[in-house]
């Protein structure tokens, strides 16, 4: 049991927050750079452990902590590389061809101390030394972690590693800081204090609402970052399913399967034409969620909502069950389940649109194309949309392929949602409420950006002048100079 941060103690700690901010975004970027790596390095070197911890906290298999501490780890690292490079500051150089009109240079500089939120579902990856924190300091921000109170064995025994590198760094004191907190009052102070300037959440959409109104009830609103949760649908036409309705519902299967389901990218709804072939699609999915063998969920608070938006959708009198897995007397797990509607009654019912977070997943019954976008257009944001189809049948469904990429931040073509790539090509986030910013991405080196700010300098003498805009380019950054890019 670890005790809540105190009331007395927050302004305290913001205060060095601030301070560590003040030195930290003056330092090199190679020395960030270093920082990182070191910091990914004693992850990995103390991984055995780490695992072992959160295997306890979270009923997570070793193979699966350890793949995500290495993504973890590879986050960490390639951020920082792509720190170096400095192409998230998007430096622009404009020299003027007329005489008496100004030189104008502008950067993103860092936003200031940056509040992070421990992510229930992913004890390290969007945790303690997870993708915002480790986009915060790629960006030159002070960061302090609000540990997830699931993990928070695990959460510490990361602090504690983060905190080693940055003394044995030689970075500011309190550059990191991290904090147990499970009383909403004071969540709701550390939200609110005028020294943090941005937060990053992963989370359910309760919560991750609830901190982006208090963000932006502020005397000075700041961005809050939150990953909402998202139904991922997924829909399938005719000619792809009469060309691999049983292998795609094999591929869906373990999509919607693995790990209990616990993925925000897990697709949730399934949409498809009622015709011949979907009966063999539906008849695989159904023999793969009976087979599948029961696993416990994360903990007690994934479970029981689980259960609850699992109920909550079975209770609307016009879903049938198709498919459930075996019971299981083991504790917190979550079984699951496979059920389907008709379109219409689908589209005439909003409690059916919400995130059901687990082994879950709704087939929507369509009588025809239009039907199925119709569906589509009552589509809240999400961070996903699949679309299965032939590419001659996905060339004559233009309308369709519109409406799906409008409401999305990732558009798949004849795949499956979940295995997130951690690449600068990758958008991570998508219209809300999935996200309260459709236009940031929360995984890959893009993320920096959601902790800086452009600023611009006029006619600035050369010696008052960043690093990074000098005339000479001391750091070989790439700059867009009068519209060319250049290092």
Excluded at 132 to 156: I, R
Aim: charged share 20%; with cysteine; proline share 5%.
């Amino acid at each position: 049991m670890y005790s809540n941060v105190k009331l007395h103690e927050i302004n305290a700690k913001m205060e060095s927050l601030k301070l560590a901010f003040n030195q930290y975004q003056d330092i090199s970027l190679s020395r960030r750079i270093t920082c990182m790596h070191d910091i990914g390095n004693r992850l990995l070197k103390n991984k055995d452990e780490l695992v072992k911890i959160a295997m306890q906290e979270t009923h997570l298999p070793a193979a699966r902590l350890l793949n995500e501490l290495k993504r973890t780890v590879f986050q960490l690292t390639s951020y920082a590389d792509t720190c170096k490079n400095g192409y998230w500051m998007d430096i622009r150089i404009q020299i003027p061809t007329e005489k008496n009109k100004p030189v104008i240079k502008k950067m993103n500089v860092p936003l200031g101390p940056v509040l992070v939120f421990g992510a229930g579902n992913f004890p390290f990856a969007y945790s303690t030394a997870g993708g915002d924190t480790a986009c915060a300091l790629a960006a030159g921000c002070s960061v302090v972690v609000k540990a997830h109170p699931q993990h928070a064995a695990t959460s510490t025994a990361v602090a504690k590693i983060i905190d080693e590198a940055i003394k044995e760094n030689n970075m500011p004191p309190h550059l990191f800081m991290h904090v147990h907190v499970t009383d909403l009052s004071l969540v709701k102070i550390l939200v609110m204090h005028p020294v943090i300037k941005a937060v990053g959440f992963t989370g359910s959409y309760t919560a991750g609402k609830q901190i982006f109104d208090w963000g932006n009830s502020r005397e000075q609103p700041i961005p809050v970052f939150a990953e909402m949760g998202s139904t991922n649908p997924v829909y399938i036409l005719p000619g792809k399913m009469k060309e691999s309705a049983e292998t795609y519902a094999v591929e869906l299967s373990k999509s919607i399967l693995t790990d209990a389901g616990q993925f925000c990218t897990k697709p949730g709804i399934i949409v498809i034409q009622n015709d011949d072939y979907a009966g063999t699609f539906i008849k695989t999915l159904q023999e793969k969620i009976n087979d599948a063998i029961p696993v416990s969920m994360l903990n007690e608070g994934i479970y029981q909502n689980y259960e609850l938006k699992k109920k909550l959708s079975t209770d609307q009198k016009e879903v049938k069950k198709i498919s459930t897995t075996t019971q299981s007397n083991e504790p917190l797990v979550g079984t699951a389940l496979l059920t389907s509607i008709t379109a219409k009654e689908f589209m005439a019912n909003k409690i059916l649109r919400q995130e059901v977070f687990g082994p879950y997943c709704l087939i929507v019954l369509c009588n025809d194309i239009n039907e199925m976008k119709q569906v589509a257009t009552q589509m809240e944001g999400q961070i996903t949309c699949t679309l299965g189809a032939t590419i001659k049948e996905a060339e004559q469904q233009k309308e369709l392929l519109k409406i799906l990429q409008s409401t999305c931040g990732r558009f798949i073509f004849n795949g499956v949602p979940t295995g997130v790539e951690v690449c600068p090509a990758m958008q991570h986030g998508g219209p809300f409420p999935a996200t309260t910013y459709s236009m940031f991405t929360s995984v890959g080196a893009d993320g920096i950006k959601r902790f800086t700010r452009p600023l611009a300098f006029q006619n600035v003498a050369e010696e008052l002048l960043p690093d990074a805009l000098k005339e000479i380019n001391p750091l070989k950054l790439w700059r867009l100079v009068d519209d060319q890019y250049t290092k």
